[in-house]
């Protein structure tokens, strides 16, 4: 099963990036995924996430400006950034929890990342 994250680049500073994650392998369910960041020189920080329960979850800093989606039926997430600022120039990951089938058995990967996009802004 992989992640596999797109849609970075580069933006001036109040411009708006789509990212998408796609899921693949024979996947029987996303239990939970999110999107996370890393800056140059600080540590991997939690972006916007679903639980388990389906709740969403932001971080402070994006509230209101970014939303995150996701369509079960294709596996895929995604995260529209708005009102982008050169404080959100990261790369950008994906991770889930996913179960899915290998053979004949069902086997659930809790931490599965994707490759991380770059997503640049400009003042």
């Known amino acids: 099963v992989q992640l596999q994250a797109s849609g970075g680049g580069l933006v001036q500073a109040g411009g708006s990036l789509r990212l998408s994650c796609v899921a693949s392998?024979?996947?029987?369910?996303?239990?939970?995924m999110g999107w996370y960041r890393q800056a140059p020189g600080k540590e991997r920080e939690l972006v916007a996430a679903?639980?388990?329960?389906?709740?969403?979850n932001y971080a402070d800093s994006v509230k209101g400006r970014f939303t995150i989606s996701r369509d079960n039926a294709k596996n895929t997430m995604n995260l529209q950034m708005s009102s982008l600022k050169p404080e959100d120039t990261a790369v950008y990951y994906c991770?889930?929890?996913?179960?899915?089938?290998?053979?004949?058995?069902?086997?659930?990967?809790?931490?599965?990342w994707g490759q991380g996009t770059l997503v640049t802004v400009s003042s």
């Open positions: 991770n889930a929890d996913i179960s899915y089938k290998r053979g004949s058995r069902y086997q659930r990967e809790y931490d599965v």
């Open positions: 392998g024979i996947i029987f369910s996303i239990n939970s």
């Open positions: 679903y639980t388990e329960s389906g709740n969403t």
